[in-house]
C-alpha cells in the first residue's frame, strides 16, 4: 500500500490505522524471524507506542476529523535514531541495552504527522558497512532475493519497506547508506541536501557526513515524507532555515526542458553492463519526456573513495570516543582500573569494522599525519563539491549509476575490507559534497535482481531531483 492509498483507506473507513499496524506486525512475526523468510529487518518492536498512535489517528477518523499527513502509515526507524520506550543500539554490542532519554527529531516529526512507529531496524554497526553483515545482531537478508545482501548500512530499512514490513522507513546515509540499501532492495532511498533534515538524536558516525532520510516504495510517498521530515531545529545547529519545499506539489511540474547530466567518470570500467543498459534505458526515457541529456565531467571523481575514508574514519574515532563504558550501554565486568575499563569495554563492545575505522582515524588526526591526510582530504573535499557546483551550473540534476554491481551473495565480500569499500564508488561523492541524491529503481538484471538509479540534485534543491525520479519511475510502470 502507498501512503496515498492508506489516506483514502483511512478517510472511506474501510480499514483502521489499527488493523493496518496489525496486519504490518503479523507480516513481520510471520517473515521476519528464523522461522519465516529470516529477513532480520527488525531488531525491536514498539507495538504499545504504536497501537496508541493507531488508535488516536482512528478516532481522529471516527469522528471525520481531517487526518495529519502520514496518518496512520507504519513507519520502521533505523536503530541509529532514538525513539523513547525502545533500546538504541546502533546494532552494536556497545549500546547493548541502552535506553534513549529523548526522540531523534524525525521521529518525533513522524509521529507528530500522524504515523504509526512500528519499531526500530537492523543496520550495519554503528552504520559503518555497505552490506548490513557489520551488525551484531546478524545480517539482514534481502527480501528480493534471499540469499543476498539488502545493501547498507540501512540494509533494515530498505529490507523492511520491501518485504511489506513498513508503508515507509527511516535510514541514515554517511556515504551512501539510504541509496545504495534502496538499490538493492528495489525501493525508493532520498539522501536530502546536508542541513535538510535534523540530526539531533541520530547516533553519530561522522558529522559533517551523516544525514537522515526516508525509503518508500515510490517517488511521491517519499516526497510526502521529505515534506514532513525537512526543516530547520534549534537542536541541531547544522539544521538549515531555508523554507521547506512543496516536494509533492513540484511533481505535478513535468520535466520536459531539464536539462540532465551524464557523468563520464560514472560510466568507466567495472560498470555493471546489465546496470549500464538500465541506467540508458532511464536516460531515453528522460529524452522522450523532453529532457536535453549532456555529457559532463566530475573530474575529481576518482578521489572520493580515499577521502571518504579519511574524512569519515576521522569523526568517526572523535565520535566513538564517547562509548567507554561510563555513560552508555556495555560495561566490561572485573576490571580493576579505569584504563582497563575503557580498555576491555571498547574491545569488548566494538565489532571488528568499528575498531578497523578507530584506528584509522585516529591515525590520521595523529600529530604528524593530520597535514598529509586530514587536512588534506578536507582539500579534496572542496575540489569535490567544485566539480558538483560547475557542472550545476550547466544542468539540472545528474543521473548516474548508484552501485557498480547488483546486490551480491551475503558472506561473498566480508572477508576483504578494501573490496567493500569500493563498491561506494558512485555514493560518497555526492556525500562529500553536501548535495541532495535519491535513488530510484529502474528495473532488473536477467536472473531478477532489482536496479536503482541515482539521481543527484543541487544544495536544497530537492524537488527537481524529485520530478526525474518520478519521471523515470512512471517510465517503468
Ligand atoms: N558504505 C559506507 C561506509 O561504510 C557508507 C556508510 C553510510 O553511509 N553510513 O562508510
Known amino acids: 500500500m502507498t501512503i496515498q492509498e492508506l489516506r483514502t483507506a483511512l478517510v472511506s473507513r474501510t480499514t483502521t490505522a489499527t488493523s493496518v499496524a496489525e496486519q504490518h506486525y503479523a507480516r513481520i512475526a510471520a517473515d521476519d524471524g528464523p522461522s519465516g523468510k529470516g529477513i532480520n529487518s527488525y531488531l525491536a518492536l514498539s507495538r504499545d507506542r504504536a497501537l496508541a498512535q493507531a488508535a488516536k489517528i482512528d478516532a481522529l477518523a471516527a469522528k471525520g476529523d481531517p487526518l495529519p499527513a502520514l496518518a496512520g502509515v507504519p513507519v520502521g526507524i533505523k536503530d541509529v535514531l532514538t525513539m523513547t520506550g525502545s533500546p538504541a543500539t546502533a546494532s552494536s554490542l556497545i549500546l547493548k541495552g541502552y535506553m534513549p532519554p529523548y526522540d531523534a527529531t524525525a521521529v518525533t516529526r513522524l509521529e507528530a504527522a500522524g504515523a504509526v512507529l512500528l519499531g526500530k531496524l537492523n543496520c550495519d554497526e554503528f552504520a559503518m558497512g555497505s552490506s548490513n553483515e557489520n551488525s551484531a545482531y546478524g545480517p539482514v537478508r534481502n527480501p528480493r532475493a534471499l540469499d543476498r545482501v539488502p545493501g547498507g548500512s540501512s540494509g533494515g530499512s530498505a529490507a523492511a519497506v520491501a518485504a511489506g514490513f513498513a508503508v515507509a522507513s527511516l535510514g541514515s546515509d554517511t556515504g551512501g547508506s539510504?541509496?545504495?540499501?534502496?538499490?538493492?532492495?528495489?525501493?525508493?532511498?532520498?539522501?536530502?541536501?546536508?542541513?535538510?533534515?535534523?540530526?539531533?538524536?541520530?547516533?553519530?558516525?561522522?558529522?559533517?557526513?551523516?544525514?537522515?532520510g526516508p525509503?518508500?516504495?515510490?517517488?511521491?510517498?517519499?516526497?510526502?515524507?521529505?515534506?514532513?521530515?525537512?526543516?530547520?531545529?534549534?537542536?541541531?545547529?547544522?539544521?538549515?532555515d531555508r523554507p521547506v519545499g512543496d516536494y509533492v506539489g513540484a511533481l505535478e511540474k513535468p520535466v520536459k526542458g531539464l536539462r540532465i547530466g551524464v557523468p563520464a567518470e560514472y560510466f568507466g570500467e567495472g560498470l555493471n553492463s546489465e546496470i549500464r543498459a538500465a541506467i540508458e534505458n532511464a536516460l531515453d526515457g528522460l529524452r522522450a519526456a523532453g529532457c536535453e541529456i549532456k555529457k559532463i565531467t566530475l573530474p575529481h571523481t576518482?578521489?572520493?573513495?580515499?577521502?571518504?575514508?579519511?574524512?569519515?574514519?576521522?569523526?568517526?574515532?572523535?565520535?566513538?570516543?564517547?562509548?567507554?563504558?561510563?555513560?552508555?550501554?556495555?560495561?566490561?565486568?572485573?576490571?580493576?582500573?579505569?584504563?582497563?575499563?575503557?580498555?576491555e569495554t571498547r574491545d569488548q563492545g566494538f565489532g571488528a569494522e568499528v575498531k578497523r575505522?578507530?584506528?584509522?582515524?585516529?591515525?590520521?588526526?595523529?600529530?604528524g599525519y593530520y597535514d598529509a591526510y586530514y587536512l588534506k582530504a578536507q582539500q579534496v573535499r572542496t575540489l569535490l563539491t567544485r566539480d558538483f557546483l560547475a557542472a550545476f551550473a550547466e544542468v539540472d540534476a545528474i543521473v548516474a549509476p548508484i552501485t557498480p554491481t547488483p546486490p551480491w551473495k551475503l558472506g561473498e565480500k566480508t572477508a576483504d575490507p578494501l573490496q567493500m569499500y569500493l563498491e561506494d564508488i558512485y555514493s560518497v561523492a555526492a556525500s562529500l559534497a553536501g548535495i541532495c541524491a535519491m535513488s530510484v529503481p529502474c528495473g532488473q538484471t536477467a536472473a531478477g535482481l532489482p536496479?536503482?538509479?541515482?539521481?543527484?540534485?543541487?544544495?536544497?534543491?530537492?524537488e527537481t531531483m524529485l520530478r526525474v525520479a518520478l519521471s523515470i519511475e512512471t517510465a517503468q510502470t
Not at 199 to 207: E, H, P, V
Not at 357 to 367: E, K, N, P, V
Request: glycine residues 10%; positive net charge; hydrophobic residues 45%.
Open 178 to 212: 539510504i541509496r545504495q540499501p534502496a538499490a538493492f532492495c528495489g525501493v525508493v532511498g532520498v539522501l536530502p541536501t546536508y542541513g535538510r533534515i535534523s540530526r539531533f538524536g541520530l547516533i553519530a558516525f561522522a558529522s559533517s557526513l551523516d544525514r537522515v
Open 357 to 367: 575505522r578507530i584506528l584509522l582515524g585516529t591515525y590520521a588526526l595523529s600529530a
Open 215 to 240: 525509503f518508500t516504495t515510490n517517488v511521491r510517498d517519499a516526497a510526502t515524507m521529505l515534506g514532513v521530515l525537512a526543516g530547520q531545529d534549534a537542536k541541531d545547529a547544522t539544521s538549515s
Open 302 to 343: 576518482k578521489y572520493a573513495i580515499p577521502t571518504y575514508y579519511v574524512v569519515a574514519t576521522a569523526e568517526a574515532s572523535a565520535n566513538l570516543s564517547r562509548f567507554d563504558g561510563v555513560r552508555f550501554g556495555l560495561r566490561a565486568d572485573g576490571v580493576k582500573t579505569l584504563s582497563a575499563m575503557f580498555r
Open 451 to 462: 536496479i536503482g538509479v541515482q539521481i543527484m540534485g543541487p544544495h536544497f534543491n530537492e
